[in-house]
Protein backbone atom coordinates (compact mmCIF):
# COMPACT_ATOMS: atom_id res chain seq x y z
CA UNK A 1 0.00 0.00 0.00
CA UNK A 2 1.43 3.25 -0.92
CA UNK A 3 2.03 5.75 1.35
CA UNK A 4 3.09 9.47 1.39
CA UNK A 5 4.65 11.41 4.06
CA UNK A 6 5.49 15.09 3.85
CA UNK A 7 8.19 16.77 5.78
CA UNK A 8 7.92 19.18 8.22
CA UNK A 9 4.52 19.36 8.90
CA UNK A 10 4.48 23.18 9.32
CA UNK A 11 7.29 25.90 8.24
CA UNK A 12 6.85 29.41 9.01
CA UNK A 13 9.80 31.64 7.14
CA UNK A 14 9.90 35.42 6.39
CA UNK A 15 9.46 37.05 3.45
CA UNK A 16 11.83 36.27 0.60
CA UNK A 17 13.51 33.40 1.99
CA UNK A 18 13.70 30.23 -0.29
CA UNK A 19 12.34 27.02 1.19
CA UNK A 20 12.18 23.66 0.24
CA UNK A 21 8.95 21.17 1.19
CA UNK A 22 10.04 17.74 1.06
CA UNK A 23 7.87 14.59 0.01
CA UNK A 24 8.77 10.77 0.36
CA UNK A 25 6.45 7.89 -0.96
CA UNK A 26 7.02 4.14 0.06
CA UNK A 27 6.37 2.68 -3.37
CA UNK A 28 8.19 3.64 -6.60
CA UNK A 29 6.07 2.77 -9.23
CA UNK A 30 4.32 5.83 -9.97
CA UNK A 31 2.30 7.07 -12.71
CA UNK A 32 3.23 10.95 -11.67
CA UNK A 33 3.21 13.65 -9.17
CA UNK A 34 1.10 16.29 -8.32
CA UNK A 35 2.07 19.04 -5.78
CA UNK A 36 -1.37 20.87 -4.70
CA UNK A 37 -2.12 23.99 -2.65
CA UNK A 38 -4.94 24.22 -0.60
CA UNK A 39 -6.15 27.43 0.65
CA UNK A 40 -8.31 27.84 4.70
CA UNK A 41 -11.76 27.01 3.62
CA UNK A 42 -10.95 26.01 -0.12
CA UNK A 43 -10.38 23.30 -2.71
CA UNK A 44 -7.09 22.29 -3.74
CA UNK A 45 -5.64 24.04 -6.92
CA UNK A 46 -3.11 21.87 -8.39
CA UNK A 47 0.68 23.47 -9.01
CA UNK A 48 3.10 21.15 -10.58
CA UNK A 49 2.57 17.53 -12.16
CA UNK A 50 5.60 15.68 -12.98
CA UNK A 51 5.35 12.27 -14.80
CA UNK A 52 7.43 9.15 -13.62
CA UNK A 53 9.59 9.57 -16.68
CA UNK A 54 10.36 13.27 -16.04
CA UNK A 55 12.89 14.78 -13.55
CA UNK A 56 11.41 18.62 -12.17
CA UNK A 57 8.91 20.58 -13.63
CA UNK A 58 8.82 24.06 -12.90
CA UNK A 59 6.11 27.54 -12.98
CA UNK A 60 6.99 30.83 -11.86
CA UNK A 61 9.06 30.54 -8.38
CA UNK A 62 8.06 26.84 -7.79
CA UNK A 63 10.24 23.98 -9.02
CA UNK A 64 9.30 20.37 -8.27
CA UNK A 65 11.95 17.55 -8.71
CA UNK A 66 11.45 13.61 -8.29
CA UNK A 67 13.76 11.56 -7.68
CA UNK A 68 11.57 7.81 -8.63
CA UNK A 69 14.24 5.61 -7.50
CA UNK A 70 14.69 7.04 -3.88
CA UNK A 71 10.86 7.64 -3.44
CA UNK A 72 11.15 11.76 -3.14
CA UNK A 73 10.03 14.79 -4.21
CA UNK A 74 10.89 17.77 -3.24
CA UNK A 75 8.86 21.36 -3.77
CA UNK A 76 10.81 24.12 -3.75
CA UNK A 77 10.01 28.14 -3.30
CA UNK A 78 12.05 30.56 -4.50
CA UNK A 79 11.91 34.24 -2.88
CA UNK A 80 8.44 33.00 -0.28
CA UNK A 81 5.61 35.88 -0.19
CA UNK A 82 2.98 35.94 2.46
CA UNK A 83 0.30 35.08 -0.49
CA UNK A 84 2.28 31.66 -0.56
CA UNK A 85 0.77 30.86 3.09
CA UNK A 86 -1.04 27.60 2.38
CA UNK A 87 -1.05 24.26 2.90
CA UNK A 88 1.18 22.17 0.53
CA UNK A 89 0.02 18.68 -0.41
CA UNK A 90 2.17 15.89 -2.50
CA UNK A 91 0.26 13.20 -3.99
CA UNK A 92 0.87 10.51 -5.79
CA UNK A 93 -0.47 8.19 -8.92
CA UNK A 94 0.14 4.45 -9.08
CA UNK A 95 0.78 3.28 -12.31
CA UNK A 96 -1.40 0.36 -13.73
CA UNK A 97 -4.68 -0.84 -14.12
CA UNK A 98 -7.11 1.36 -12.40
CA UNK A 99 -4.33 2.57 -10.24
CA UNK A 100 -4.72 5.22 -12.84
CA UNK A 101 -5.81 8.60 -11.28
CA UNK A 102 -6.07 7.18 -7.57
CA UNK A 103 -4.01 9.90 -6.01
CA UNK A 104 -2.66 8.93 -2.35
CA UNK A 105 -1.76 12.40 -0.55
CA UNK A 106 0.51 13.21 2.29
CA UNK A 107 -0.77 15.14 4.84
CA UNK A 108 0.94 18.47 3.94
CA UNK A 109 2.78 21.31 4.64
CA UNK A 110 1.56 24.33 6.31
CA UNK A 111 3.33 27.29 5.55
CA UNK A 112 3.49 30.36 6.64
CA UNK A 113 5.18 33.58 5.32
CA UNK A 114 5.52 36.40 7.47
CA UNK A 115 6.31 40.18 6.21
CA UNK B 1 -15.27 26.97 -17.55
CA UNK B 2 -16.56 26.96 -13.94
CA UNK B 3 -14.56 24.31 -12.71
CA UNK B 4 -15.63 21.63 -10.47
CA UNK B 5 -19.38 22.72 -9.14
CA UNK B 6 -20.63 21.36 -6.15
CA UNK B 7 -23.19 21.94 -3.98
CA UNK B 8 -24.42 22.29 -1.18
CA UNK B 9 -20.98 24.36 0.22
CA UNK B 10 -22.28 23.24 3.68
CA UNK B 11 -24.47 20.55 5.29
CA UNK B 12 -25.55 20.26 8.86
CA UNK B 13 -27.79 17.47 9.46
CA UNK B 14 -28.91 15.67 12.22
CA UNK B 15 -27.41 11.57 12.70
CA UNK B 16 -29.85 9.19 10.84
CA UNK B 17 -30.80 11.25 8.00
CA UNK B 18 -29.97 10.91 4.55
CA UNK B 19 -27.39 12.87 2.97
CA UNK B 20 -26.94 13.75 -1.11
CA UNK B 21 -23.81 15.51 -2.08
CA UNK B 22 -23.89 16.56 -5.69
CA UNK B 23 -20.91 17.46 -8.37
CA UNK B 24 -20.76 18.83 -12.00
CA UNK B 25 -17.63 18.25 -12.92
CA UNK B 26 -15.86 20.33 -15.92
CA UNK B 27 -17.22 19.85 -19.40
CA UNK B 28 -15.63 17.32 -21.52
CA UNK B 29 -13.45 15.59 -18.23
CA UNK B 30 -14.20 11.62 -18.27
CA UNK B 31 -12.96 10.86 -15.11
CA UNK B 32 -14.81 12.09 -11.62
CA UNK B 33 -13.18 11.09 -8.23
CA UNK B 34 -15.46 11.29 -4.97
CA UNK B 35 -12.76 12.56 -2.01
CA UNK B 36 -13.10 12.49 2.15
CA UNK B 37 -10.75 15.12 4.17
CA UNK B 38 -10.28 15.00 7.54
CA UNK B 39 -7.85 16.21 10.53
CA UNK B 40 -7.24 12.88 11.19
CA UNK B 41 -6.79 10.83 8.44
CA UNK B 42 -6.18 13.89 5.13
CA UNK B 43 -7.33 13.49 1.95
CA UNK B 44 -8.86 10.03 1.18
CA UNK B 45 -10.33 8.76 -2.34
CA UNK B 46 -13.66 7.16 -1.72
CA UNK B 47 -14.17 6.42 -5.39
CA UNK B 48 -13.85 7.11 -8.92
CA UNK B 49 -15.46 7.01 -12.41
CA UNK B 50 -14.35 6.70 -15.60
CA UNK B 51 -17.29 7.55 -18.42
CA UNK B 52 -19.67 7.50 -16.10
CA UNK B 53 -18.52 3.67 -14.50
CA UNK B 54 -16.88 3.15 -11.08
CA UNK B 55 -13.71 1.81 -11.87
CA UNK B 56 -11.95 1.61 -8.18
CA UNK B 57 -14.30 2.06 -4.63
CA UNK B 58 -12.45 0.55 -2.72
CA UNK B 59 -12.27 3.69 -0.46
CA UNK B 60 -15.98 3.57 0.26
CA UNK B 61 -16.04 3.17 4.36
CA UNK B 62 -19.14 1.09 4.44
CA UNK B 63 -22.42 0.57 2.99
CA UNK B 64 -24.00 3.35 3.79
CA UNK B 65 -22.26 5.03 1.54
CA UNK B 66 -22.89 4.92 -2.37
CA UNK B 67 -21.83 7.24 -5.40
CA UNK B 68 -23.55 6.90 -8.53
CA UNK B 69 -23.01 9.30 -11.77
CA UNK B 70 -25.91 8.34 -14.56
CA UNK B 71 -24.58 10.89 -16.88
CA UNK B 72 -21.26 12.89 -17.96
CA UNK B 73 -22.19 16.21 -16.12
CA UNK B 74 -23.55 14.87 -12.78
CA UNK B 75 -22.62 12.88 -9.74
CA UNK B 76 -23.89 12.53 -6.45
CA UNK B 77 -22.74 10.90 -2.71
CA UNK B 78 -25.22 9.65 -1.08
CA UNK B 79 -24.95 8.68 2.66
CA UNK B 80 -27.85 7.18 4.50
CA UNK B 81 -28.52 6.89 7.48
CA UNK B 82 -25.46 9.03 8.18
CA UNK B 83 -23.60 9.40 11.39
CA UNK B 84 -21.23 11.93 13.34
CA UNK B 85 -17.92 10.35 12.28
CA UNK B 86 -19.11 11.42 8.69
CA UNK B 87 -18.29 15.13 9.21
CA UNK B 88 -15.74 15.69 7.33
CA UNK B 89 -15.21 18.00 3.66
CA UNK B 90 -15.91 15.89 0.91
CA UNK B 91 -14.13 16.97 -2.70
CA UNK B 92 -15.18 15.51 -5.68
CA UNK B 93 -12.58 16.21 -9.01
CA UNK B 94 -12.24 15.33 -12.38
CA UNK B 95 -9.69 15.16 -14.93
CA UNK B 96 -9.30 13.34 -18.70
CA UNK B 97 -6.58 11.58 -19.73
CA UNK B 98 -5.84 12.13 -24.08
CA UNK B 99 -2.85 12.02 -25.84
CA UNK B 100 -1.45 14.86 -23.91
CA UNK B 101 -0.22 13.45 -20.41
CA UNK B 102 -0.54 17.08 -18.78
CA UNK B 103 -4.22 16.81 -18.48
CA UNK B 104 -3.93 14.38 -15.89
CA UNK B 105 -4.21 17.15 -13.89
CA UNK B 106 -7.02 16.32 -10.95
CA UNK B 107 -9.30 19.93 -10.77
CA UNK B 108 -10.82 19.97 -7.25
CA UNK B 109 -14.40 21.50 -6.33
CA UNK B 110 -14.27 23.62 -3.62
CA UNK B 111 -16.23 20.92 -1.63
CA UNK B 112 -19.42 20.06 1.11
CA UNK B 113 -18.39 20.74 4.46
CA UNK B 114 -20.78 17.99 6.20
CA UNK B 115 -22.23 18.55 9.84
CA UNK B 116 -23.79 15.34 11.40
CA UNK B 117 -25.15 16.21 14.86
Known amino acids: KQEVTQIPAALSVPEGENLVLNCSFT??????LQWFRQDPGKGLTSLLL?????REQTSGRLNASLDKSSGRSTLYIAASQPGDSATYLC??????????????FGQGTILTVHP | DAGVIQSPRHEVTEMGQEVTLRCKPISGHDYLFWYRQTMMRGLELLIYFNNNVPIDDSGMPEDRFSAKMPNASFSTLKIQPSEPRDSAVYFC???????????????FGPGTRLTVL
Open chain 2, 93 to 107: ASSTRVASVSTDTQY
Open chain 1, 27 to 32: DSAIYN
Open chain 1, 50 to 54: IQSSQ
Open chain 1, 91 to 104: AVSNAGGTSYGKLT
